[in-house]
């Protein structure tokens, strides 16, 4: 079992709200990931980090921002959520280095703005 | 452009039956490709992990194949179980940077039926 938690899990909050996606891991991976995906659709890279004060965006264009200043804890924050940031957000790490290391995820936080 | 194919889109099987799932990819230069199962409103769990070296695996029921030469790879699912009825997506992950950045596909939406 993948020791990567996000939380919360489901997140129905209105207009203008602030909101922190939280995801954790436990593995020590050097590298965790933000994918956005919207439901039958495929993952998109939004925020990655290649480890402690090291962030960078990713290929969808997000207004979230995301910050690393623990290895274990890469959270993902919006200032001021809207309607069109509801989807399902992913978290995944994996470990620097090693051609055969798995990527593991975390179980998503499903957003709902309204 | 590294991309990744995924086909079908979707499938329908009855259960105890078999299938393949394909996966063709132009990620370069190629490091690994992995098959993950994403049960609806979860995250992605890994079922397979190859590497340029690498032309099968088996994991259970699941058995992929990878040919390096073509960029092609199949999940092929033996004994389908209703369990099974999920997305299989493939990723692919170059070697051309630090990030080793993952390359998903759309997925294929894998239904079994009793």
């Known amino acids: 079992e993948a020791d990567i938690y996000q939380t919360p899990r489901y997140l129905v909050i209105g207009t203008g709200k602030k909101i922190t996606l939280e995801c954790s891991q436990t593995?020590?991976?050097?590298?965790m990931y933000w994918y956005q995906q919207d439901p039958g659709m495929e993952l998109h890279l939004i925020h990655y980090?290649?480890?402690?004060?090291?962030?960078e965006k990713g290929d969808l264009s997000s207004e979230s921002t995301v910050s690393r200043i623990r290895t274990e804890h890469f959270p993902l924050t919006l200032e001021s959520a809207r309607p069109s940031h509801t989807s399902q957000y992913l978290c995944?790490?994996?470990?620097?280095?090693?051609?055969?290391?798995?990527?593991?995820f975390g179980q998503g936080t499903r957003l709902t703005v309204v | 452009k590294n991309q990744v194919e995924q086909s079908p889109q979707s499938l329908i099987i009855l259960e105890g039956k078999n299938c393949t799932l394909q996966c063709n990819y132009t990620v370069s230069p190629f490091s690994n490709l992995r098959w993950y199962k994403q049960d609806t409103g979860r995250g992605p769990v890994s079922l397979t992990i190859?590497?340029?070296?690498?032309n099968t695996k088996s994991n259970g029921r699941y058995t992929a194949t990878l040919d390096a030469d073509t960029k092609q790879s199949s999940l092929h699912i033996t004994a389908s179980q209703l369990s099974d009825s999920a997305s299989y997506i493939c990723?692919?992950?170059?070697?051309?940077?630090?990030?080793?950045?993952?390359?998903f596909g759309r997925g294929t939406q894998l239904t079994v039926w009793p």
């Open positions: 593995m020590g991976h050097d590298k």
């Open positions: 980090s290649y480890g402690v004060n090291s962030t």
């Open positions: 990723v692919v992950s170059d070697r051309g940077s630090t990030l080793g950045r993952l390359y």
């Open positions: 995944a790490s994996t470990r620097v280095g090693d051609t055969r290391t798995e990527a593991f």
């Open positions: 190859m590497t340029f070296s690498e």
